[in-house]
């Protein structure tokens, strides 16, 4: 097999397969955690829904607008984290995914943080 440069392609070593293995464990779990995130945050009212039914006794302190976003921003982010698990799988295996693997695994890792830190 041959690069895209023309070069031939090497394999990747056993220990960094294994560490992909891991990697995969890890994108899993935090893509698990963002996709429940973002089932609870979609079950959730806002505050002002809530002021209006004597039953509720949680709300997301936010607007609606900020609600949607927070919802689109986690549940993008569990999907990349999904594939990036599924990509760090395949490496670990032998295919040759590993640039793919590492954009997947920073588009996750970036909508994660915006959504943790402003929503």
């Known amino acids: 097999m041959t690069t895209p440069t023309g070069g031939e392609a090497t394999k990747a070593g056993v220990g960094l ?3 992909a293995l891991l990697g995969a464990l890890v994108l899993a779990f935090g893509a698990a955690v963002l996709i429940y995130a973002t089932v609870t945050l979609v ?6 829904q809530a002021f209006s039914d004597p039953t509720a ?3 997301y302190l936010g607007s609606s607008f ?3 976003i927070g919802t689109i921003l986690t549940g993008a982010a569990g999907l990349f984290g999904a594939a990036a698990a599924l990509l760090a799988l395949g490496f670990a295996l032998g295919a ?4 793919k693997l590492a ?6 890792v970036v909508l994660a943080a915006i959504a943790i830190i402003f929503f």
């Open 66 to 68: 900020e609600k949607t």
């Open 43 to 48: 079950d959730s009212q806002t505050c002002e």
């Open 57 to 59: 006794t949680e709300c």
């Open 17 to 19: 397969r294994f560490l």
């Open 103 to 108: 954009i997947t695994t920073i588009i996750a």
């Open 96 to 99: 040759a995914t590993g640039r």
